[in-house]
Each structure stands twice: as C-alpha cells, then as structure tokens.
C-alpha cells in the first residue's frame, strides 16, 4: 500500500503519542508532513499537512489545542478558553457556542481529546501503533502507517445501493482501523487508556418554526461569515435553489469580491439557470459565472484515468469531471474559498418518517399529514398505513434488510415510513461478496442501536450523515486544485437550529423547505422564494452512460472487484448502460464504479 497523500495540498492530520512508537514509522510519516507540532519532550504529537489559515493553535508549557478547519475562534479566545478549563473533558461547554466546523484537538494536563463535528463532515479514525494509540482525520493514513490490510467486508458493503445502513456505514476500508462514532470524542489518558465519550446529542424538537428559523438565520449567517475572513475572492454554488441562493445572498455580505457559479444542464427544461440570473439581478455586485451548456462534461468523464485520493469509495467520483471544471474555474478566477449549498435538502426538511411516532401522540394532526403526504407521493392505502403502525425496533429492521438484500430495484417498500432506506444489491454481485455482507449484518443481529430513539429523527441524523460523508469525499477530491470547500448548513450549530424545530412544521406535505423561507425573511427577497421543485438530472446521466460506455467497460477489463471475486464481469458489462424503470440498474452501477476506481487508486498493483 503506497502513503495516500500523494497529490500536494490535500490536507491532513495524525495525532501521535508521547511515547516511543516504531520510529521507521514514524520518521516515514514525518518525511510526508509539512507540518508538525511538538510535545514539551520534544516527540511530535500533531503532524500532517494542513493550510495555515485553516488552523488556530494554542501552546503554553504543557497544554496544546489546535482547531483544525474553519473556526470564527481567535487566538486570544483560544487562549483564555485553554486557561479557564484546563481539563479536557470540560471543553465541552466551551466548544458548544463555537461557529463553523473544526477538528478539535488537545492535550491538557496530560489528557488528550481529538474530537470532529457531530455532522460528519469532519471524522476521527484510531488504531494501534506498537501498543500506542494513533488518530488521524483520514482513514487511510492510518491503514498506511499501521501497514494494514484491505477489509474485504467493508469493500462489499460498499456495493450495497444506495448506501450502508448505520452502523456499517463506519466501517472502515482497513483492518485495524476504527471509525469514531461523529457524535463522540476520543479521550486519552495520561496512561495511554483510550475511550469515547459522547459529546453531543440533537436538541429536543420542541421550537415552533418562527423560532427556529430566527436560530437558523443566526446560525446560518454566522457559518458563512465564519468563511469570508479576509479573503478576497471567495465564490459558491448558485443553482437558484433555495437552499444555494440563501448561502448566496449571505455571502455577499462579505466585504471580498464573490463569484456565483451556475453549471448548466442539458435538459433545456431544467431551470436552474433562469432562477440563478434571476438572483444575480438582486445582487449586482455579484459576478456570475456561467458554464455553457456546450462545455458541459458528463457524468462519467474520464474516469477511466481518475486516481482521486479518497479514504473511501464515494460516488462522487462519477461525476467529478463536472465538479473539478467548476472547481478549477473558480481558483483560476482568483477564488481561496467556495461555498455549497450541499446539506440543505436533509437538515432543512425530513422524511415522513416522521409520522410514525407522530402516529402515537398526535394521531389527528398525523392523520391530516399522513393524507397529504399520501396525495403526494402515492402511496397504497393498506401498506402504508401498516409500515406506519407496525412497531419494529430497528435490530429487527436491519436484520430483515440484511436477509432481503436482492430483489427488484424498484424499490416499492415504502422506505419513507421505514427506519431508512433498505440496501440492496445489483445482480453482478457475486455470492462470495453477498456471504462477506451478510457476514457483516449477523455480527450486529440483536446489538445495533439507532442513531436516535424515533424512526423519524434516525432518519433525518442518518441522512445529514450520509450528506456529510459525501461533502467530505468532494472536499477530498478537489483539495488539489486549491480552494477549500465549505457546506454551512452542515455546521452543527446550523443543524442544531434545524433539528430543535418540531418536526411537523419542518417537514410538512404541503409547503417547499418552510424553514429557511421563513430564516431568509428580509434577506431573500420573497419572489426567489417560491421556487418549489428542480427538474431531474436523469438526463444528463443517460447521455452520460452512452457516451462513456467504452470507459465503462475498460473498467471491467482488469476489475479489481472481479479480482477479489466480488463481481461477475459479464453481468457487469451488461450493466454498463442507462437502464429505464423497473430495472434501474444504472443506479447501483454508481456504487461499483465508485468502488472500483478506489480500489485502483488506493492498492497498490
């Protein structure tokens, strides 16, 4: 396995104990740092590599913190915050006020904490070097020091469509590589005994949406300011979303120069870019930058030749030709930072999910949703009625979706009133892979606990999470170019406002994101508020696939997967091309190219 970090300016971090370790180890990942904070012994405890921007570090005789990411924190506040608390596991209270979205990093008296973002945006990883505990931020940096071996279960789990269900989706590509739970942190004592002690848990939705969204307008603000500092260019996605224009018109607050970026489609009835220039009409200082439809790249662009380097497989890749030709637009036009709009469809509204524990306490006003909800989306009467009644703990739920994995992709379980969405699997999976993945469901028959105790508030923490983990894997893939990527409504303290609204007036049938029309009141003007539906990209992935088919199938040549015999190639290639309902099988190809390309780009071989 070769050191992951190879392309320059890809940030990361790997906090090392105070204690002799196998130094050939050591030394090599100091030889790929450009970055390193000592002990007062004089052995590195934080090294790795990281913008100077994008760190605020305190050291005073033996205390070391370090907030790693995007942080409004000053020095002298992190200062005088070290000298109240001077112990780590009371940090807590002071972190909880704290804007943006930081790894936190610290050793007081001897006790260390590293810790992420309850969102996800920002994971902490741990393993064993020669009996000593090691963090780090990606993965595979620790599979490379550690020199581990691939996990095979977690490479067929990635193969699941669409996702993995918590709690496999933490489990990492490497043996002897643990995921940190996002909502706890690691804490270490003087003695090297490591645990993980919760830190954070969502608020109580009790706020009624007038008064959520007045937090949400704070929070909101305060995460996108917390990005302008004083660069002088910074840029963001303008779809003409709510979601994007919102993070749009509060960036341009900012005193900097702001870029606008609209990516067209080739659907001629997609509208993105009329409500896009409908916005920059209301911001003329604004520059908008417009990729034309006849320079548009395709789903699937070049990724026969990509070597992104993810610690995961992520099906961002599929279409990162698309985002590094919005990403490289931006840095040559002078942008350090671009901001995103990704996160706001899970932390804004909710599944309705929702209605299942609604059912119980409220049963008329759930009766009145549940009806319209139904007029919506068309569910049978009968079923639906008996997934939301039925009372299953959620290790039944993934026990029973861990025996049901194959099977139509039409998906016609009602998943919008279940725990979450059921894995399934391609037909080009193979039986050794579906015995991995079962392998992995039976080890949690009985032990696996929901991120929250109500469907609907497991569903709403799991999506912003499964959101999360793709931000991260973008904010990876486009690291090289230079610029730093954000997604404000990802900062805990936005998901915090979001999360404390009751869930009925925040996912509701019969109004578009109510919540941030209601925060962005005075600040959007309200005719770009009314927008309430995009047009599906099907298209662009369809012209995708049949352009790039032939690539498609060079991936199949010399797979990876049908090495490790995961996938049958012949059904592969077969797969390889835009398939139309009930099949859909072009879906659950995202999951094995993404695979595919990590495997290709992580091994060695």
Not at 221 to 248: I, K, N, P, Q
Not at 436 to 460: C, M
Not at 537 to 554: F, T, Y
Request: hydrophobic fraction near 45%; charged fraction near 20%; aromatic fraction near 4%.
């Amino acid at each position: 396995m070769r050191f992951p970090i190879l392309m320059p300016g890809i940030p990361w971090f790997v906090v090392l104990p105070d204690a002799p370790t196998r130094a050939e180890a050591i030394l090599a990942l100091l030889h790929h740092a450009t970055r390193s904070v000592a002990y007062p012994s004089g052995r590195p405890w934080l090294v790795g590599s990281w913008p100077d921007d994008q760190i605020m570090l305190h050291v005073a005789g033996r205390s070391r913190v370090a907030l790693i990411g995007h942080t409004a924190v000053s020095t002298d506040h992190l200062a005088r915050l070290v000298e109240r608390t001077r112990d780590v596991s009371a940090l807590d209270t002071a972190l909880a006020d704290m804007t943006g979205s930081c790894h936190v990093i610290a050793d007081l008296g001897g006790r260390q904490r590293v810790q992420g973002t309850a969102s996800g945006v920002r994971r902490v990883f741990h393993a064993e070097l020669d009996g000593q505990l090691v963090a780090a931020d990606r993965a595979d940096v620790l599979g490379w020091l550690i020199d581990a071996e691939l996990n095979q279960h977690a490479v067929a789990l990635s193969l699941l469509d669409p996702t993995r269900p918590h709690p496999l989706d933490d489990v990492p590509m490497w043996q002897g590589v643990t995921a940190l739970p996002a909502d706890r942190f690691l804490l270490v004592e003087a003695s090297g005994r490591a645990s993980t002690i919760r830190w954070w848990q969502p608020p109580a939705p009790v706020l009624p949406l007038r008064e959520g969204a007045r937090r949400l307008a704070t929070a909101l603000s305060d995460a996108v300011r917390c990005r302008l500092g004083g660069a002088e260019t910074v840029s963001c996605d303008l779809s003409g979303g709510l979601d994007s224009t919102a993070v749009t018109f509060l960036a341009a607050r900012g005193q900097g120069k702001l870029i606008a970026y609209t990516a067209s489609a080739l659907d001629s009835s997609d509208d993105d870019l009329v409500w896009a220039d409908r916005t920059i009409v209301e911001l003329p200082g604004v520059v908008h930058d417009v990729l034309p439809r006849d320079q548009l790249p395709l789903v699937y662009d070049g990724v026969a030749g990509a070597e992104d380097t993810l610690d995961e497989p992520s099906v961002g890749v599929i279409d990162r030709a698309k985002l590094l030709t919005g990403y490289r637009r931006m840095a040559a036009a002078g942008s350090q930072m671009h901001l995103t709009g990704h996160g706001g469809d899970e932390v804004l509204g909710g599944a309705p999910n929702h209605l299942h524990t609604m059912l119980r306490t409220h049963p008329l006003r759930a009766v009145d949703m549940f009806r319209g909800f139904r007029a919506r989306t068309r569910w049978p009467l009968l079923p639906s009625m008996v997934t939301a009644l039925r009372a299953q703990p959620y290790a039944s739920w993934l026990s029973s979706s861990g025996s049901q994995l194959t099977g139509s992709g039409s998906r016609l379980r009602l998943i919008d009133l279940e725990w979450d969405i059921p894995p399934r699997l391609p037909p080009w999976v193979t039986p050794d892979a579906r015995a991995l993945i079962r392998e992995s469901f039976a080890a949690l028959t009985g032990s696996a606990a929901p991120l929250a105790s109500t469907r609907g508030r497991h569903a709403d923490l799991s999506a912003i999470r499964g959101r999360a983990r793709l931000v991260r894997s973008l904010a990876q893939m486009v690291a090289p170019t230079g610029m730093s990527m954000a997604a404000p409504f990802l900062d805990d303290r936005v998901v915090e406002a979001c999360q404390s609204v009751r869930p009925h007036e925040r996912a509701t049938p019969w109004r578009h994101k109510p919540l941030i029309t209601e925060a962005m009141r005075g600040i959007v003007p309200a005719r770009l508020q009314v927008r309430n539906a995009k047009v599906d990209r099907s298209a662009d992935e369809e012209a995708g696939i049949r352009a790039n088919r032939g690539h498609l199938l060079v991936l199949c040549e010399g797979s990876r997967l049908a090495d490790l015999g995961f996938v049958d190639t012949g059904q592969l290639r077969a797969a390889c091309r835009y398939s139309i309902p009930p099949d859909r099988l072009h879906e659950p190809l995202q999951q094995t190219v993404a695979c595919e390309l990590w495997l290709r780009a992580s091994i060695a071989g």
